[in-house]
């Protein structure tokens, strides 16, 4: 067992506090940054070191397995026929999940993403620029907003629930840490937010789904939640 492996495992508090204050280092740079500039140099960069996505190793096939089939159950159950993807990403994972039926809209703040998808379009998927906080999105049956809020300060989600709530669709599937809690960031940097803990105070959701996240054992409760968007705080 080498020093790191020893010292995670005997002092795992201290990593933690060690991982967040160089995150928190590293990611200073983007305080008051404009949100599309921030998430445009993320994605140019490969910040998050995805080595079949620049989305992040979370949109890579070992940690979507799972995802696809909360995606399918979801969208049956819930008798989904329009869906919101936002952020949408580069489509590594999802375009394996059977969305034949479903009118899909992926919408990401960062330009160069939509326009590679644009270019490969379907013809029930449209593609649209956007800013979760503050554009016009199209009303839907189900929001997918995975791996997005882990990246957003308090303001920033506070501002992104707002916005969606002003569209009125009916559902919104997203990600939440339920055995966490919770500490502000940067816009740009990452944390796991449990949704239904202090300052955000999501209501219990209707149904939770776990990811069966393998990347790190901390985040073993890593799951997407299924709200109604009338019932968001």
């Known amino acids: ?59 890579e096939a070992s940690q979507t397995t799972e995802v696809k089939i909360i995606i399918k159950r979801v969208i049956d159950e819930y008798k989904i026929s329009t869906l919101l993807d936002i952020p949408c990403g580069d489509l590594n994972w999802i375009k394996d999940v059977d969305l034949s039926n479903i009118t899909y809209y992926g919408s990401d703040i960062v330009e160069e ?10 013809e029930n998927h449209h593609f649209m620029i956007a800013d979760i906080t503050s554009s016009k999105l199209p009303s839907v049956d189900l929001i997918l907003c995975r791996d997005c809020l882990v990246h957003f300060s308090y303001d920033d989600i506070k501002k992104a629930v707002a916005n969606l709530k002003l569209m009125q669709s009916k559902y919104i599937l997203t990600t939440t840490f339920p055995s966490h809690n919770n500490y502000d960031i940067v816009t740009g ?6 949704l239904e803990a202090k300052p955000l105070n ?10 069966k996240c393998s990347e790190d054992s901390r985040y073993h409760d890593k799951s997407l939640g299924l709200w109604r968007i009338f019932d968001l705080p």
Request: proline content about 7%; hydrophobic content about 35%; glycine content about 4%.
């Open 202 to 211: 999501f209501p219990p959701p209707i149904a939770v789904f776990n990811e």
């Open 1 to 59: 067992m080498n020093l790191r492996t020893l010292i995670k495992k005997r002092f795992p508090t201290l990593i933690d506090f060690w991982n967040r204050f160089y995150n928190e280092l590293a990611h200073a740079k983007y305080n008051n940054k404009p949100m599309d500039s921030v998430f445009t140099n993320i994605y140019m960069k490969n910040h998050w070191n995805g080595k079949l996505s620049r989305s992040g190793t979370g949109s």
């Open 189 to 194: 940097n990452w944390r796991p937010i449990n």
């Open 113 to 122: 993403i939509i326009r590679n998808n644009k270019a490969n379009i379907k």
